[in-house]
């Protein structure tokens, strides 16, 4: 339990410079606009604010009141608003219909948008094209980094994802590159930077190009090595059911920008609880990177520990008792609210796992990754589709069907395509669309070798014809390889062998022993080897896009394991789960080195689908 | 907003009044750009066009720095200095892995289905001469204009007036990877150009979710889904209507038409279910409407209220069925959660049972018979019945687990019977209510001595 860090492995960081950088030139855009204001929020932003600043923080520099953007006609009086926003067409074009209306009454206010991270040209160009562009002013606000616990750093950009991967919209590269030019600013100089995908790519590009403009400055660093990693390299891992404590609280409560709110069901109250979950909560520090299995008998170990501090004070005197009420008492209460809280949480997780029958939920995802009985696999999807059960979980596991078997049969396809609209709704066509315009859920197309799909490809870019175009996309979504990638990269440990997840022996216990996480094998085996030599294989089935650069004079020191190159920025384009970081997490405890995750935001198997979703008007 | 610098007068003698709202001029930096400025100055001589402007007019940058402020010149000046870099990191090819020759697509084509090749060279005399461009920015190449872009400086897309220079514009912004810079120079395309325009890919891909954005254009999927921002069901039927003569490809246009049936049964079937006059829907109130249900939920509706009703009934489970061709499997699923809702055995019983030639009633199920068992178990069906159902699944281990799971005792010790295990016949009597029927059941076994047990 908890397994303790090597002796000799380097501390880590300290980003919370991130925040006070954020919230200094919040506050200088803020003082920009003199005089009372009120102050308009993107819901989106709400939470990463209050991670940095706080209402008080605000209303010091002339922020009267704050309302959430909600695309609505506005009530304030106030002669000054200020919006605070993510750049986004839909957003800028509501204040333009809010000034223009306030001009239709002849109402004379000033208007601010900060946009953040980055302004788009787009944006103004709804300005401009709503005659409004003179009386709003526009600034930048570079909040792009938000440090969501001593190693996990969020762009907090769920759209990343959606935007770069579905859409094609490279709008968010700049952005990355930017988030990575501060922490090679103020961490680095990197040494070394590995990755692979086609968006690590031009993030790389964007960042050298950047790094290169900018200034230099000799500094001891803190962060040697970088890998960059697109999501789309492994699409399997974060569609699997997580198991690990803190993937499995973000699966069934979503975690909020390091948040989650426990219902009454966990805190047998009849309030809501919000919790912050970081590394400052000592009973989940303990239990957050394992096996939900193990997590129950933790627990209650430190309740039976806990009642025998408290029992100390039976036959104390009056001098140690005050002692104990002033020493460890609250400590104690402390730890013993934290451990109901997360008693609570198990409960609650147990009896909703147990209602779903999480087990055999298990055993088909788990023969999925395995390629073993993919029929009986079908016919339980198909049972699932049938019986209406969860409308994401159905997708999951047929997304997961379609990754792990490089597609599905045409006739499996169409039959499992029309029972889920019946199932669902027939507006889920567009899902469907977007699904394997992705490549998430698309159809097996017979003995094509990559060479055939290559020229097909080729052929179809000359073909101007509107139906072949949305083809022509759908083929760019790359095949998965994932059978024989997780023979080649042993993905899969060998059946039959027992698995003691209370004594992990590598990363596949974060999936019960069932298949170590595609993306953190890569990032193991990459960093391992120094580099793709001898890879070429498994970068072909991914699609290529791989690259290993070192930096200008650092050359000597990149042989030498000094501190710096043993501490490692892991960047997810496109976003992490949970359970990636643990495995991260694992992997630095056995290499006595320190991963930190630097991800667009931290996503699930919910939340990577429900963005690909169209069901909505 | 404006706020005067008066340091600019100490070393940039133009006439420009300056004033900023950039953001990242905070003391510190400005500080350390000057500092850089100054010393940079000092060995670059080759950019003076930006000294000797003459203009009067304002000039601001797309961030929103006037043409010559402090930080815009500093970063002018900055950034032609090419740092080798003690630091320095190589460049790597991020070309698409698409070929770049014979890569144009047509964006009329996607919405137009219109286009012609575009890649001839417009006469050279439709450009203007390089010598008459006085404004001193009108040289910039298509690099150094997305460099600019790129770097939020001034700029001007006014002199690429020709297709070709256009394009190459658009093929600079695409080779950057800079989103922002792709979409700024498509819309500065879509304003200049009347309607053909030949993109890349990767260009093509922006435009469309720019315009998706702008809801300006739909794709066929596009004006389908406008059918979610239809609330009144009237309205969305008609539109529907209208998608279906959509260009969808062959198994899309099924299912859009099934879109449009169903919501027109659904329309139906709730103008006289509204009422709520029948005998079930006062026992049972509806919680809410049937309409825009999926077919499986409107399926199951109707094997609650309408059970029964004739085939030429729209709503009847039947017509249902038919209409949307339903599996027999599908069918049977939905008809049992409905029917054991309204603990109906006996509708339940008749799903499964199957006469044979001798006229024998047998009972055959499309699903495994333990999944029978957990939906009548998660309906709350009494022992009496879920026996029945236990009783016929053919995995003897599963069987066994299943009867034991929900008490079927007379199973359970049928088979432990069966099995010859006295053993395990005696664990379970601990299980069983004592001198109930189950209990003399199982010591009346044990006392046999006809049957040779295993252990």
Known sequence: MAQTDRRDAPGLPDFSLLKRLARDQLIYLLEQLPGKKDLFIDADLMSPLDRIANVTTLKQHEVDKLYKVELKPVVSVSDQLCFLIRPRIQTVKWIADVVKSDKAVGRFRRYKIIFTPQKFY???????????????????????????????????????????????????????????????????????????????????????????????????????????????????????????YEGLVDDIFRIKCGSVEFGPDVTSTDKSLKVMLNSQDKVFNEIRNEHFSNVFGF???????????????????????????????????????????HIGACESIMKKKTKQDFQELLKTEHSLLEGFEIRECITYIEEHINRQVSMIESLRLLCLLSLTENGLLPKD???????????????????????????????QQPGETLTVMESKVGKLVNDKTAGKLTDAFSSLAKKSNFRALSKRLMLIPKTGEEYDLRVPRDMAYIFSGAYIPLSCKLIEQVLERD????????????????????????????????????????????????????????????????????????????????????NQG | MTRAKPEDDDWNSSKIHAFTFDDDDDEFTKLKESKRAVSSILVDDDDDDDDDDDDDVEKVSWSGEPVGSISWSV?????????????????????????????????????????????????????????????YFSDWSPEETVKRMRKGKVYSLERFRSLQDKLLLLDEAVSAHDGNVITAVLIYLKKSLSKELMVREIALRHYVHYLKEMEEQKTLLMQYKEHLSIKDENQRRDFLKTCMRLPFSQDDAIHVQDHYTLLERQIIIEATDKKGEAEIFKKFPRKASILNMPIITTLYYSCFYHYGESEGTFSSPANIRSTFRISEKQYILTALGARAKLKSWFDVDSLFNTKNWLGYTKKRSPIGFHRVVDILQKNNAPVQVLKDYVSLIDDAELKLSLAQKYKCHDIVIEMYRDLKDRQQLIVYQGKVERGSHEDRKIDQLLGNMQIRWKN
């Open chain 2, 75 to 135: 970063k002018e000046t900055a950034s032609s200095i090419r740092s080798g870099g003690e630091h320095g990191f190589p460049k790597i090819n991020t070309a698409p892995s698409l070929p770049k020759q014979g890569s144009g697509y047509s964006l009329s084509s996607l919405f137009k289905a219109f286009s012609e090749a575009s890649t001839r060279v417009y006469a050279p005399e439709l450009r203007k001469p390089k010598s008459e461009c006085k404004d």
């Open chain 1, 299 to 341: 627990l209650s170990q430190k309740a039976r520990n806990l009642q025998t501090a408290y029992d100390k004070r039976c036959g104390m005197d009056i001098k140690q008792m005050k002692a104990f009420v002033a020493e460890e008492l609250k400590g104690l209460k402390q730890e013993h609210r934290l451990l109901s809280l």
């Open chain 1, 413 to 443: 396809y169409r039959s499992l395509k029309a029972q889920y609209l019946q199932s669902y709704g027939i507006e889920h066509l567009l899902s469907f669309a977007n699904l394997r315009q992705i490549g998430l859920l698309v159809e």
């Open chain 1, 122 to 244: 787009a944006c103004e160009t709804v300005l401009e094209e709503q005659g409004v562009y003179g009386d709003v002013t526009s600034d930048e606000w570079e909040f792009y980094l938000l440090p969501l616990d001593d190693d996990i750093i969020s762009l907090e950009l769920p759209e990343f994802f959606r935007d770069n991967f579905l859409e094609g919209d490279q709008r968010w590269v700049t952005t990355a590159g930017s988030a990575l030019r501060l922490l090679h600013f103020l961490f680095g100089p990197f040494s070394k930077v590995y990755g692979i995908g086609r968006c690590a790519k031009m993030v790389y590009e964007s960042w050298r190009e950047q790094v290169e403009d900018g200034e230099k400055k000799a500094q001891n660093p803190d962060i040697g090595n970088v890998f960059l990693i697109d999501r789309d390299v492994d699409f399997v891992t974060p569609l699997c059911s997580q198991v690990v």
């Open chain 1, 531 to 614: 580099g793709w030599t001898g890879f070429e294989e498994v970068t072909r089935m991914l699609n290529g896009h791989e690259f290993a650069v070192t930096g200008g004079n650092s050359g000597t020191e990149t042989r030498n394991k000094t501190d710096p190159q043993r501490i490692i920025l892991v960047m997810f384009l496109g976003g992490c789960t949970f359970s990636e970081i643990s495995a991260l997490r694992f992997l630095g405890r056995e290499r006595g080195c320190k991963f930190i995750v630097l991800t667009t935001a931290i996503t699930n198997s919910s939340r990577l689908l429900e963005s690909l979703l169209d």
